[in-house]
């Protein structure tokens, strides 16, 4: 059974910085492309950063030079490295599998002084 359970969200100020992470299971994580997306109320689900099985990245041109995705593969775990936090970032991020269609519960990330 596919699992993904995020983690590492919460409350930050304004150019601060958050680590997310997410546990994957039930799929072969080593070989498989991840993906980080975000959604707040009312909007659409919004991709923000890929990691492929090789390690390359791609990133939304919203969070390019502030976002890192990388993976751990001995902990079938993808992380997002968050910094320079801005208003905007507030939303709920969610990891997925490129292929299969599994969601998370997502994680909460407020950016607010």
């Known amino acids: 059974q596919v699992q993904l359970v995020e983690s590492g969200g919460g409350l930050v100020q304004p150019g601060g910085s958050l680590r997310l992470s997410c546990a994957a299971s039930g799929f072969t994580f080593s070989s498989s492309t991840m993906i980080w997306y975000r959604q707040t109320p009312g909007k659409e689900r919004e991709w923000v950063a890929t990691?492929?099985?090789?390690?390359?990245?791609n990133y939304a041109d919203s969070v390019k030079g502030r976002f890192t995705i990388s993976r751990d593969n001995a902990k079938n775990t993808v992380y997002l490295q968050m910094n320079s936090l801005k208003p905007e970032d507030t939303a709920v991020y969610y990891c997925?599998?490129?292929?299969?269609?599994?969601w998370g519960q997502g994680t909460q990330v407020t950016v607010s002084s």
């Open positions: 990691i492929t099985r090789t390690g390359s990245t």
């Open positions: 997925k599998n490129s292929v299969l269609n599994y």
